[in-house]
Antibody, heavy 121, light 111 residues
Framework: EVQLAESGGGLVQPGRSLRLACAAA????????MHWVRQIPGQGLEWVSS????????AYADSVKGRFTISRDNAKNSLYLQMNSLRVEDTALYYC??????????????WGRGTSVTVSS | QSALTQPASVSGSPGQSITISCTGT?????????LSWYQQHPGKAPKLIVF???NRPSGISNRFSGSRSGNTASLTISGLQAEDEADYFC???????????FGGGTRVTVL
């Protein structure tokens, strides 16, 4: 079964760091680009970051550029999001999503269940 | 870059058809076919129901159909069923610094 499972969320103080992980199973991970999308509960979806199959191309939302870093380890079938200098407004449920292409088709055909990040003092 | 514009809510009776609009610009959904729609039930992850304007993934009912005219995309749900009650989000590639745009979401209520 094709699955994505996020982990690493939690409660963190403003200015601190957190690293999210997304474990892929049931498909050939390095055949696909990947995305991070976040959602404040009860609100809409916000694209955060994307990475091609080999990490050769990455992109970030302006709201996280310079603070977040997306990466992947194809040998471990895993996607990561290193989040530094966290702000209260980064509080959200973070989803990883599979793009159907090795590069970008700009949509997500498989989603994880999300991991919750709360930034608060 | 602002999010794509969707109505906050749409409602219909069982068996009816409803249409959700999603308005963007020529720099996003009006200029490229990377337009998709997602369904999200409360407490669940989003689920892809339409990709590349009008294509359905395997397993998605043909009651869901997507289209586009100019800078406005539409998702039509025909034969509305109770299980269709959910939030629906449109999404598009964008040439702005925001690579992927989402609409604000539309809550569909089955009366």
């Amino acid at each position: 079964e094709v699955q994505l499972a996020e982990s690493g969320g939690g409660l963190v103080q403003p200015g601190r760091s957190l690293r999210l992980a997304c474990a892929a199973a049931g498909f050939t991970f390095d055949d696909y680009a990947m995305h991070w999308v976040r959602q404040i509960p009860g609100q809409g979806l916000e694209w955060v970051s994307s990475i091609t199959w080999n990490g050769g191309s990455v992109a970030y939302a302006d709201s996280v550029k310079g603070r977040f870093t997306i990466s992947r380890d194809n040998a471990k079938n895993s996607l990561y999001l290193q989040m530094n200098s966290l702000r209260v407004e980064d509080t959200a449920l973070y989803y990883c999503g599979r793009d159907p292409g090795v590069n970008f088709y700009y949509y997500m055909d498989v989603w994880g269940r999300g991991t919750s990040v709360t930034v608060s003092s | 870059q602002s999010a794509l514009t969707q109505p906050a809510s749409v409602s219909g009776s069982p068996g009816q058809s409803i249409t959700i609009s999603c308005t963007g610009t020529s720099s996003d959904l009006g200029g490229y076919d990377y337009l998709s729609w997602y369904q999200q039930h409360p407490g669940k992850a989003p689920k892809l129901i339409v990709f590349e304007v009008s294509n359905r993934p395997s397993g998605i009912s043909n009651r869901f159909s997507g289209s586009r005219s100019g800078n406005t995309a539409s998702l039509t749900i025909s034969g509305l069923q109770a299980e269709d009650e959910a939030d629906y989000f449109c999404s598009s590639f964008s040439t702005s610094t925001t690579l992927v745009l989402f609409g604000g979401g539309t809550r569909v209520t089955v009366l």
